[in-house]
């Protein structure tokens, strides 16, 4: 887990690299390329032969963009990538940041009139190219042509060699037929002849399949074609899919069917243009019509038997992570952890706790100052001790058969100071608060993001981040369209999981985040003549009674800590060896 991936290039490799790259730009006639950190499925995670743009430049982040031009060359990674980006990459690769100056903007500086910028089409999106294309007016000329990176990347891996297997029908609460019977009739009614699907989670959730060999995300890599008739036209490696026996409603094709499986479409077409390769609307041209990826909305909305996956997948990881809480205890104070050795013992629990496929996303464990560090990811370089007096954040989560969990957890070292104390309850009052909202329905998540910062806001302090992201049921653990932040705009619904993880962040000196997975419901009450929604916990993890500062809480956030502590013991603690049972019978007692 902690190995990056061998053929990220280092600094020193970084150039010679570029020159190669450069000589087979001057020979394809290009005078600028594009080389994105995504692959064809604009997945979070890639599979080792997709990593060009570490290959190239050293950058190991989950996005951003590199901009060669014959004389100079920029990389662009968003904020939180600021510091890591620096470390990375050689000198000759500017870093600049999208929200300063885009990739359209800097190009029309760095190229001249009328250049040629050369791109993979499979790589880009139809949005992001439309965009760019839009911002470099008639400076440029976008020009989609073969992967220059691939031409010189002679060792580059084989692709994955992925193992596909059915998500039964007790998991998936729901036949794939019937899934694509109600599609289809969706795509009718609105008149279109197919849908273009080029998600493999939304493949995935669509014909309640799963596969491995994709790190941290149990996706099976493919592109489909979903008609109106109900029919599916699925390219992938045949052979990962033989030993499931024919379908007769599905035509199995190899990936490479696909563009050409696309051209034979008759229109209108359905393309999501936030996920679907620039090249397929290429070939579709006027056949296709823009419109959201259909299973995006059936897959966020949870059914009773996914959540009853969710909530079990979540009673055997808490039980993991009460194991690693009560280890941590005796051996942080004992001295001699450090965050990879903490990590690496947090996903042996995991491991242990049966079923696990994966580990979701790379562990965050971060002490003292690393833990300010939002998306800080430890290596060999950045690994420190863990020391008394400091806090320790760990964020971390599993891909089990039957769900995907995503908990965080910050921990005192030793005496925590009143700073930690106060700034702790303060973000565990804002998760409190999301935890007890109640709301309309047809509400965002914007609407109740600041439920979460009040606490924060009243002293004058914030966090950077949305509060909760969607999380998928054995999927990606990062989903959309839901979301609780300042910029989530899609309605909740009931069925939708989120997560609920408020902050708070003092560089140079400490971290702080708590989160828990959440499932909206109906409550069951109306509110202005509306159902009335809220929110079911899955996670069932103690939080740090050393860091609560209990004169801060009102009567009901302390009635919420007890009620949640006691319900965290009653569902562990039939789960946990002896010595983890009695750690969890004090870490739950009553506040008092
Ligand atoms: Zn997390
Ligand atoms: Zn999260």
């Known amino acids: ?136 007016g008639d400076h440029a000329v976008l020009h989609p042509t073969h992967n220059l990176v691939d031409r010189i990347w002679t060792d580059r891996p084989a692709p994955p060699v992925q193992t596909v297997r059915v998500h039964p029908l007790e998991l998936s609460g729901e036949k794939s037929s019937s899934k694509r019977e109600r599609l289809a009739r969706e795509l009718k009614d609105a008149g279109q002849r197919a849908a273009i699907l080029t998600l493999p989670e939304s493949i995935c959730w669509l ?28 390219f992938s490696s045949p052979e990962k899919f033989e030993h499931l026996g024919p379908d007769p409603n599905i035509d199995l094709e190899g990936e490479d069917g696909f563009g ?39 897959k966020a909305c949870k059914n009773d038997a996914e959540i009853k996956g969710m909530r079990n997948a979540h009673l055997r990881d808490g039980a993991a992570m009460v194991e690693f809480l009560a280890w941590f205890d005796k051996e942080a104070s004992a001295g001699g952890l450090t965050e990879i050795s903490a990590a690496r013992a947090l996903e042996e629990f995991r491991t242990q706790a049966g079923d696990l496929l994966d580990i979701s996303f790379d562990t965050i464990s971060g ?52 700073v930690h104390r106060d700034r702790y309850t303060r973000v565990l009052q804002g998760l409190i608060a999301i935890s007890l909202a109640r709301f309309p329905s047809g509400r965002a998540g914007r609407d109740i993001d600041a439920l979460a910062r009040a606490p924060l806001w009243r002293k004058g302090l914030d966090y950077d981040h949305g509060t909760g992201h969607g999380v998928g049921a054995c999927l990606n653990v990062h989903e959309g369209p839901q979301r609780i932040s300042p910029a989530g705009m899609t309605s909740l619904k009931p069925g939708m999981i989120l997560s609920n993880e408020p902050g708070y962040y003092r560089p140079g000196e400490f971290g702080i985040r708590i989160e828990n997975l959440l499932v909206v419901r109906e409550d069951g009450k109306t509110l202005n003549e509306r159902d009335r929604l809220c929110f079911e916990t899955l996670t069932y993890v103690p939080f740090d009674r050393r860091l609560i500062e209990t004169r801060l809480l009102g009567p009901w956030e302390r009635t919420w800590i007890d009620a949640y502590h006691s319900e965290v013991n009653e569902k562990l603690s039939g789960l946990l060896s002896a010595s983890a049972k009695a750690w969890l019978d004090a870490a739950t007692k009553s506040l008092g």
């Open 1 to 136: 887990m902690f190995q990056s991936f061998d053929a990220t290039a280092s600094p020193e490799q970084g150039p010679p690299r570029l020159a190669a790259l450069r000589d087979v730009m001057a020979e394809a006639g290009v005078d600028a390329f594009l080389v994105p950190r995504a692959d064809r499925f604009q997945g979070e995670f890639v599979a080792p032969a997709d990593e060009r743009l570490a290959w190239l430049t050293g950058f190991t982040g989950s996005a951003g963009l590199a901009v060669i031009c014959l004389d100079t060359a920029a990389i662009f990674v968003d904020g939180r990538y600021r510091l890591q980006v620096r470390d990375q990459v050689a000198e000759d690769f500017a870093p600049l940041d999208p929200a300063e100056i885009t990739p359209g903007a800097w190009l029309t500086e760095n190229v001249a009139r009328r250049a040629k910028v050369g791109f993979d089409p499979w790589l880009h999106t139809v949005d992001g190219i439309t965009k760019l294309t839009k911002a470099v």
């Open 207 to 234: 014909l309640n399949i799963r596969g491995d060999g994709i790190p941290c995300s149990p996706v099976v890599q493919a592109f489909a074609i979903l008609h109106d008739t109900g029919r599916v036209g699925l």
């Open 260 to 298: 050409r499986a696309v051209g034979r479409l008759e229109g209108p077409v359905r393309v999501d243009g936030q996920s679907a390769p620039w090249r397929v609307s290429e070939i579709l041209q006027d056949r296709a019509v823009s419109g959201d990826d259909p299973c995006i909305m059936p």
């Open 367 to 418: 002490s003292g100052p690393n833990a300010a560090i939002v998306h800080y990811r430890v290596s060999e370089q950045t690994d420190r001790k863990i020391r008394p007096g400091e806090l320790y954040l760990v964020d971390s989560g599993g891909q089990y058969i039957d769900g995907t969990t995503d908990v965080t957890r910050t921990l005192a070292v030793g005496e925590p100071s009143d």
